[in-house]
Every structure is written in C-alpha cells, then in structure tokens.
C-alpha cells in the first residue's frame, strides 16, 4: 500500500524524484523547475514565499502550493 503524500520540505531533487520517478535526478529536476516556470500563477505565489531559483528546499509551504497547482506526485 502506497502511503500518503505529505507536505514538508523536501529537496528539489525529492520532490521532483517524486513527480518523475523514471528520469534520472538532473532530469526530473528540470522537468518539474519547467512545469513551475510554465504555471505563471504557481511562480508568482512561490515567488511570494521567498522562492528562488537557487534555491536547493522546497519549504512545506511552497510544497503545498506545487501540489495544490500539480496535483500529488
């Protein structure tokens, strides 16, 4: 049995391990930083909480608004 997402902080490497499971790291990392660069409405909210590019964590609040514009990994 598959145990329930849950928002917390979680690397942009996790995170995105989670949403692209059969892409090697750089890859599923780059895929979800595109899908976040797409989503003009979730960059702008993450930009809110303090987001940056360079970032390497995803806080848990950042985590829920990914998951609230991209559905549960």
């Not at 049995?1 to 990392?29: G, I, V, W």
């Not at 960059?43 to 609230?68: A, H, N, Y």
């Amino acid at each position: 049995m598959e145990e329930k997402f849950k928002p917390k902080s979680y690397s942009k490497t996790e995170l995105s391990r989670k949403y692209n499971p059969h892409l090697c790291d750089r890859s599923a990392q780059r895929t979800l930083m595109k899908w976040i660069e797409h989503n003009k409405e979730l960059s702008e909210q993450l930009i809110c909480t303090g987001f940056s590019k360079m970032d390497r964590l995803f806080t848990p609040r950042q985590v829920q608004l990914i998951v609230s514009f991209l559905g549960e990994p």
